[in-house]
């Protein structure tokens, strides 16, 4: 007999922290992350500095992850 188990894995998607911060701000400052995000040229370190300023609370290194996609934020 199997059992499914897909209840446990097949989870809907989530934001991680740095996307539910995007979805936060106006829309300009989201459009401004989005292509920093995109930049190679724009090191991560900026981008998490900007952040900061504009009231984020995590580290850097959920910066990266999200900058990667290898978080669990959707991907267009």
């Known amino acids: 007999m199997e059992i499914d188990l897909s209840e446990f894995t ?3 998607p989530t934001k ?10 106006a829309e ?6 989005d ?17 900061e300023t504009r009231g984020a609370k995590f580290r850097y290194n959920l910066v990266a992850t999200h900058r990667r996609g290898e978080c669990p934020c959707p991907r267009i």
């Open 10 to 12: 097949n989870r809907p």
């Open 16 to 25: 991680c922290s740095v996307g539910k911060f995007a979805d936060a701000l």
């Open 28 to 33: 300009g400052d989201q459009a401004k992350l």
């Open 35 to 51: 292509a920093a995000l995109q930049e190679q040229t724009i090191t991560t370190a900026s981008i998490h500095r900007w952040m």
